[in-house]
């Protein structure tokens, strides 16, 4: 057993990969077909420095060290820069080596792409046992396994720090983009970039002045403030995303609580970009021991109490409620070290609020005993609480997850939660404790339900998948079965299949026609939500499980090592890139079909209570409306307002009240998901509970 201490100088004279000349690159290091360490990106540069350290263990010098350099694509698949070997049998125990490797690309071996600066030193490890070398052999090989449930603790610790301040983006609109394609049009969208928080604008197809008006929120980091990078891309489908022009916007010389509408040239390119900024100081998240209870004080639980009082309804309406979450201590956690120990730690997340707890150093059961707390601005949000091993020389190792809906949590309780995979389809080892507060107030949570939910800024890049195209076209398959079946059975009462059944049908039919009225249809939804609820409560509940998507959710191994052949797969990849596009596409539109069909359904059948009765008292009013109000008053109304609305309020965001309702029922991939596994009787916490709030 070796240690192989590296330290990545720089680079000097790399390939340029990006439209601009230059390239965002990043090194990886791997033994025997692992990434043993990856460095940051360095951005804008071929001649990076980097100056970041690694130690390695090394079981075989016959194994040599490969580097690859990748630039950065932030959203496209990372490009090829160059590899290079280094032969650890050359070196010389225990003295420190300086290394310079040249880049080749193994597929046109006469360019020159660049050298890479090493500094290394190889070190004997006496005393090494033969079952630590095997205990080694299959760390790596977990390892591998783990390679795609992982991330780096600097990114983790960069986005959990405390933040300042909250940076409001309304992406208005572009005006006179540039053409990109050959029917003098674009299809334009827009990135943008503040530290390691990212978002993404949605696609408006065929024109050069297109209207996004898209609200998002970034957390500030800093006091000064900080810099946003904005670029428009023109989508491409089968090729690369043709670059429109980038621009910027300095936080620090726009002022606080104040909203300033920009109007920014883009550089490189052709056009302006509307947005409207406001920067407002806030401080939402905390974290404190648990020996400071902030809920145990009475006149601070008074306090938030009359904060969320029925009383103070139209007060900060993005202000919905307060989360408390205690991270008690977990037991059981799985072994991710070489010396049977791990070094957990655990993230808490909120949307795009995210906090974490210290590490505890080798230990199975560690107890960190953090207090967090969160401003609710959507009561149907779900708490992620994430286990990973901390890893000072590479990726921290995903231990184990847990999703938990707000509206799902009993207050004052303390649980041990069976910890999931990554995909939250099945258990994973060990049992995280934890013991949730949630304070609301249900009027101002009702009427958030009815506008956009909050995006997260940080996108999981899409990937073709096998199973998931296949477990959203039986979604698919299934809830268009149930149109399919409900015609047949209309056909059969026409056809008298069952002469008692089409003469109720008929004698109902004449019925319902003769005295229709437009109210009945919303009382008619009415009615088949009541008929479910006293269904549910009489212990006669029609909720079927979904063992097709059940028995889809599994654990999909992704390749550990799937960019280890990028550059001779190149070509292969260039051919079907198309092809993959389009598939992309044909899975994601069949996942929101099926889930828009499933979100219906579950709403009727009381998978969220809150919702349902929500649903109930929406009816009660459209029932109500549409019994005593001429219909053409109201389509009147609903016209005048539709007219007007552009001129009332030239920067208000389009959205469409249904959908937005709808968007916060779950799928039916989202309850299994959501679903809580049931711990081991031997982990059987003292539980004490309090009156629910909200």
């Not at 209309?490 to 008298?496: E, K, L, R």
């Not at 001129?647 to 029922?665: G, K, M, T």
Request: charge should be neutral; aromatic fraction near 10%; include cysteine.
């Amino acid at each position: 057993m070796y240690q192989l201490d590296i330290t990545l100088r720089r680079g000097q004279s790399l390939a340029a990969r990006d439209r601009g000349g230059t390239s965002d690159p990043y090194v990886k290091f791997k033994i025997g077909g692992k990434e043993v360490f990856r460095s940051k990106i360095i951005h804008k540069n071929l001649n990076p420095v980097w100056e970041e350290k690694a130690c390695i263990l090394v079981e075989h010098l016959r194994e040599p060290l490969y580097i690859k350099v990748f630039d950065y694509d932030f959203g496209l698949q990372d490009d090829f820069m160059g590899s290079a070997f280094l032969d650890l049998t050359q070196l010389e125990l225990n003295r420190p080596t300086d290394v310079t490797l040249t880049l080749k690309d193994p597929h046109y071996p006469d360019h020159y792409l660049g050298i890479i600066l090493l500094s290394v030193i190889l070190t004997p490890k006496e005393g090494e046992h033969r079952d630590v070398t095997m205990l080694m052999r299959k760390s790596w090989k977990r390892s591998s396994k783990f390679q795609t449930q992982s991330l780096r603790l600097s990114d983790v610790r960069r986005k959990s720090q405390l933040w300042r301040g909250i940076v409001s983006i309304t992406l208005i609109e572009g005006r006179d983009l540039k053409a990109m394609d050959s029917n003098g049009l674009s299809d334009p969208y827009v990135k943008f970039r503040l530290g390691h928080q990212k978002y993404k604008s949605k696609i408006m197809p065929k024109t050069l002045n297109p209207q996004w008006r898209e609200q998002f929120d970034f957390h500030l980091y800093e006091e000064r403030g900080g810099i946003i990078d904005i670029t428009a891309w023109d989508k491409d489908a089968g090729k690369r995303d043709d670059f429109i022009g980038r621009c910027q916007v300095d936080l620090s010389a726009l002022s606080r609580e104040q909203t300033h509408k920009l109007e920014l040239q883009l550089e490189e390119g052709e056009g302006h970009l509307v947005l409207l900024v406001t920067l407002t100081a806030s401080a939402t998240v905390s974290i404190s021991d648990l020996s400071v209870n902030s809920l145990e004080d009475q006149k601070e639980r008074e306090e938030i109490l009359r904060r969320y009082s029925p009383l103070r309804i139209f007060h900060n309406l993005k202000d919905v409620g307060f989360l408390q979450v205690k991270v008690i201590r977990a037991e059981g956690l799985m072994v991710a070290d070489v010396t049977g120990k791990s070094d957990p730690f655990c993230v808490v997340e909120l949307n795009n609020d995210r906090l974490l707890t210290h590490t505890v150093y080798k230990n199975l059961n560690p107890e960190w005993n953090k207090i967090f707390t969160f401003n609710i601005k959507d009561i149907h949000s779900v708490l992620e609480v994430t286990v990973y091993d901390e890893d000072r020389d590479r990726s921290a190792d995903f231990l184990g997850k847990v999703a938990i809906p707000l509206l799902s949590i009993q207050n004052g309780e303390q649980k041990a939660y069976v910890l999931k995979n990554k995909q939250l389809t099945g258990p994973t080892k060990g049992v995280i404790y934890l013991e949730i507060d949630v304070i609301f107030n249900a009027v101002k949570a009702s009427l958030r339900t009815l506008i956009p939910k909050e995006q997260k800024y940080i996108e999981e890049e899409n990937r073709l998948s096998k199973q998931l195209l296949l477990r959203n076209f039986i979604r698919m398959k299934r809830c268009v079965m149930v149109l399919v079946n409900a015609a047949y059975y209309v056909n059969s009462c026409f056809d008298w299949d069952s002469p008692p059944r089409s003469l109720a049908a008929f004698v109902l039919f004449l019925f319902v026609v003769w005295n229709f009225e437009l109210y009945m249809i919303p009382l008619v939804l009415l009615l088949l939500l009541t008929w479910n609820y006293f269904l549910i409560i009489s212990g006669k509940d029609n909720r079927q499980r979904d063992t097709v998507v059940e028995d889809m959710l599994e654990d999909e191994e992704e390749e550990d090592d799937k960019d280890d052949k990028d550059s001779e797969k190149k070509g292969f990849i260039n051919k079907i890139y198309a092809i993959q596009e389009v598939c992309i596409s044909v899975q994601n539109i069949l996942d929101e079909v099926a889930s828009f069909g499933e979100r219906i359904k579950n709403t009727f059948n009381w998978t969220v209570p809150f919702l349902s009765w929500l649903a109930i008292v929406a009816l009660c009013v459209f029932t109500v409306i549409l019994y005593f109000i001429p219909l053409r008053y109201i389509v009147l109304v609903w016209g005048i307002n539709k007219f007007t609305k552009k001129l009332r309020s030239p920067y208000a965001i389009d959205n469409n009240e249904l959908l937005d309702f709808l968007s916060r029922v779950p799928s039916d991939v989202q309850v299994v998901q959501y679903q809580e596994l049931k711990p081991d009787p031997s982990h059987s916490p003292c539980k004490r509970k309090k009156n629910n709030l909200g």
